[in-house]
């Protein structure tokens, strides 16, 4: 079984930020991408971000591009998202999974198995 735990949630003002963790359990974690979710009040669940398992390649939505950043250091079983220039619209509970395929667009909850259980993020006006 693995788990998944985010933390570096928080309240920020606009233009602030703050730099997520998610630390897994488990020896297998650099054999797997990770990815980056997060979800507001009342609205879908969304991707945020992904980092491939091998290369390092990186993934982004289109509304974080140039604010976020993920990387991961497998050697401490962690991925991370630094996110700067917060903005209000930013804030949701943000969740770390372990994509479960190597097909895909990395963008599909569906491509995920295990899911943290999210860090509150919020961004005051």
């Known amino acids: 079984q693995v788990q998944l735990v985010e933390s570096g949630g928080g309240l920020v003002q606009a233009g602030g930020s703050l730099r997520l963790s998610c630390a897994a359990s488990?020896?297998?974690?650099?054999?797997?991408?990770m990815g980056w979710f997060r979800q507001a009040p009342g609205k879908e669940r969304e991707f945020v971000s992904a980092?491939?398992?091998?290369?390092?390649?990186?993934y982004y939505a289109g509304f974080v591009k140039g604010r976020f950043t993920i990387s991961r250091d497998n050697a401490k079983n962690t991925v991370y998202l630094q996110m700067n220039s917060l903005k209000p619209e930013d804030t949701a509970v943000y969740y770390c999974?372990?994509?479960?395929?190597?097909?895909?667009?990395?963008?599909?909850?569906?491509?995920?198995?295990?899911w943290g259980q999210g860090t509150q993020v919020t961004v005051s006006s």
């Open positions: 999974a372990r994509r479960r395929f190597d097909s895909g667009t990395y963008q599909s909850s569906a491509e995920y198995d295990y």
């Open positions: 488990g020896r297998t974690f650099s054999t797997y991408a």
């Open positions: 980092i491939s398992r091998s290369d390092g390649s990186t």
